[in-house]
Each structure stands twice: as structure tokens, then as C-alpha cells.
């Protein structure tokens, strides 16, 4: 391939990628993390999550329930 | 890093020597499978606009993109690093310290700033960080001993191709702050007080000449030679040049709107006829207040990011400007005396 034409590809694939940040479609902007700093309501959740687990370990007669295989164990 | 001490451990407990990395070296604990690092981009749509159209104009190099590990506000910042470079910066740092900032706004205070900017109005900017520092004196007695009216040239030349771009503290801010300082202390009852800067008497006479014309002072070059002064004037001939190869964006409405309450821009270069001089007295006086109210830029080149023709036209302004200071630091280095006031070597 001449060096033009591999120059063009290249400018090709960061107008490619670029295509897809404007777009909100870029893989790095799936990952769950980046779905989660993003987005109010996933954060709102956790937060009433972590809170009500919390409480769960205030209740005396509780037990706390196991996590799902390869789960680590919630962290209040 | 720890050698010749005895690990200690508790019973049951890892020793340290277990836990820390050894040699001389910095491990950091990972989980498997997790990366280190999580990009995003949220908020950036100006950033993304804009480096989409400076990869169209080729203004951006495509191999930038990986080192700025995809990000496109990295990728713009790096591609005008690379045009700074391009167009002189390594020249422009010996006598300038000055940074370029792209923004959406030019007063960061105001409430109608856009919180995420879509990139129809942006904003490049030059500003000092430092002030540049030149002794004009030596080189103006070398001029005037090959033509006596090449000292009013050189200086007058100097001083306009860089002022177009950026601002030069001189003799004529010193004289206006000498005329502002009587203005305030005339009809005062202990007016004889107070001591004002003797400006004109430090002003030497081989400037205040009529300078050559641009034919005249190419006739005057052929007859200097390779002559300190006929270098000199090459030097300069070429700064003038390159400083009318683009002009100054005019401001527009909203631009003003946005620097109604700012002070004039910071110097970028102080320009002595003698160390010490009342011009540079002027100047220290001067600067204690420049900062009290946030300074205009020293040159604003907007554009909007969805029109590639205004890109264009703003970065090759910025070129222009670019290369006019790095051709000013070249006159300043054949300056006699000037290799004191090297910013950056």
C-alpha cells in the first residue's frame, strides 16, 4: 500500500472513531463504568443500594444473604 | 530501595518483603482482568467537532490520535502543539513566554457561559505568562553608525510588526503613564513631591529620525554588507514581512460584550533603550496594577468548528503570528548584549 493511501486510511479510522464519539456510539462510552458515571439514575440506585445495605447490617436477627458465585462481598 | 533491612513479620501476618515489590521499582496492585484506566466522553462535543475538521483539512496528523489515547480535547491540544512547532516555537521560546488557550468564552466569569459548547464559537488565544525583556541601546548605536536613520527604522519596523499580534511595553507606554501621572498630581499642593520618571531624557535622539522607507532601507542594505548591521537588517526586513502575511481578526460584537470590563492585554516584551531606565521604571510602576482587572488576550482569533474555512483561516492566522514571533526572537538574538535575556535556551 503507498503511503498515501495508508495515510488515508489512517485519517479514515479517526474520522471513524470520531463519527462514533459524536454519535455517542464509541465502545469506550459502552463499558459499564462510562454507562454509570454518566448516568443520574444508575447512581441513584447504587446509593439506595449501598444504603440498604447498610441498614441490613444493622438488623440484629439478620443474616446477610450470600452474593452470586464470583461476586465479591458487599462493602458498606 | 529497602536493602540491608530485615523484613519483620507477626506470626500469621505476610511479612512486608512478601507484600512490597522489590528492587527499585513502583508496582501497582491490580486486580486480573480490571483495567487501570477507564475513559469516557461526556461533554466534549466542541472538542469532537473540531478534530473532525482538522483531520479533514490534513491540519491534524492521524498518528496524533493514538497518543492521545483517542481523546479528542488531547488530539486538538496536540495537533496545536505540533502547529506551534511547525511554525517556530522552539525560536519563539528563547525570548517569549507566552501560551495559546482554545475556548468557548472569553470572559470565564460570565453567566451566559454554555456549559457543554456545541463548537460553532470558539475562541483561540495568545497571552503572556512572562514578559519577554530587550536593551535596545548597543544595537541601535551599531545602526546608527552604518546610517544614521536606521535606528528610527529598525525600532520602528520592530515595533509594528510585533504589536500587530502582541503588545510591547516602550518608550510610548512609559510617556503616556508620565502624561496620566501629571494629569493626576496637577493643582496638588505639594505637587513638587512627587518624582516622575525622566521618559524623554532616556529616549536617545537617533530614534526620534524620520525612518527610511521600505525601497530606502533595501537600498541602504546592499550598501552594509555582511556587516552585523546588514544582518540586522536582513532579520528585520524578514520579521516585517512575515508579520503582514495575515491581519488582525476585527472583534466582534459579542467579543466585546465579553472584554467590556478587561484591561488592555499584558505586555509580551519590555523594550529598554539602557538597563534601569525610566522606561523600565515606568514599567515596574506599571505592573503592579495590570493584573488588578483580568487583561484582554493579546490576540483572539475566533472561529466556528463546523466550518472548516474558519479553521483554516484561524490556524493560518495563528501560523502567522507564530512565525512572526519566532522571526522577532531572531532579530533579538543578533542584538548585541542580548544573549542575557534568554527565556528558554
Redesign the interface.
Known sequence: MSQTRR?EA??Q???G???L??GDR?P??Q?L??RF??CTDYQNATKLLTEALGATGRWQKGSPLSPPPGWLPPLT | MAKGITPVAAARLASAADLMGTGDQLAIPRLEGVPLE?????GD?AF??L??TL??L?L?A??D?PLAH?D?GAYVLRTIERWIAAHGGGAIRRRFDLYATLGSNLDEYSDKNEENPDGTQLYLTVDPDRCGFVVLGPTLEVLEKAHPRLPATFYSLFAHALNVWVRIYDFHDAEDRVTMLKDWIEGEADEDQYEIPDVERCIPACIKGHPLSRRELREVRVQLGETQAGLLVDALLDLAGISGHAKRPELTDRMREELCDTNPPLPSLLAVFVEGDAVEGCFDEEGQTMMEVTPEPSVTLPFNAHQPESVRQAFRTFGVICNTLAAASRVIDLMPGSERWVIQS
Open positions: 495515510k489512517a485519517k479510522a479517526v474520522l472513531e470520531l463519527e464519539l459524536a464509541h469506550r462510552n463499558t463504568i462510562a458515571a454518566r | 477507564h475513559l469516557y466522553s461526556a462535543s469532537i467537532v478534530a473532525r483531520v479533514r490534513d491534524a492521524p498518528e490520535w483517542r479528542p
